[in-house]
């Protein structure tokens, strides 16, 4: 045998340094999810805060002409979490069936009804759409883009327009 101390190894110490890499990993989680969380929290306010500019105008002008020539026929302009509305996305996922009561559904010039279920900053896209890209043949909607684990995820706002002036 050698002089050299052996590393004592000891099943306590096994059990200590796991429950410390554990927590290690629980608070890294937990830090991890605060700043999601801060983060979700932000863009929402974003959202409920945002004024269209000239220069969102040009933008979103830009990226239409872009999809246009690629040959597509709709812009997803923003995409949030069903959880900013506050229905949780229900209307905008209900939004094409048809309404039970017919005498009751809305002319063609009425405002979705999952409008008001939106982020205040959709209202002023909305608006427009409605004044200036509406009469110029564009269609504006929202539905729901993915359901994880089966429930509404997030919502987008799309333009849209036909594939050829036939349609």
């Known amino acids: 045998m050698t002089d050299t101390p052996q590393p004592m190894l000891s099943v306590a110490s096994l059990f200590a340094e796991r429950e410390a890499r554990r927590e290690r990993e629980r608070t890294a989680d937990e830090q991890l999810k605060q700043k999601a ?14 004024l269209l500019t000239d220069a969102h105008i040009e933008t979103v002008l830009d990226r239409i002409k872009r999809a246009f020539d690629r040959g597509e026929t709709e812009l997803m302009l923003v995409s949030f979490p069903s959880s900013f509305c506050t229905d949780s996305g229900r209307a905008v996922a209900n939004a094409d069936v048809p309404p039970i009561n017919k005498a009751a559904a809305p002319g063609p010039d009425a405002e979705p009804a999952w409008l ?9 896209i909305y608006n427009y759409w409605k004044q200036t890209l509406k009469p110029g043949g564009f269609q504006f909607s929202a539905r729901i883009v993915n359901f994880p684990s089966g429930m509404p995820g997030d919502v987008g706002l799309f333009f ?6 036939q349609a």
């Open 160 to 165: 849209s327009w036909p594939k050829d002036l």
């Open 116 to 124: 008001a279920t939106l982020p205040k900053g959709a209202r002023p």
């Open 37 to 50: 969380q801060e983060e979700l929290a932000a863009y929402k306010k974003r959202l409920d805060e945002f």
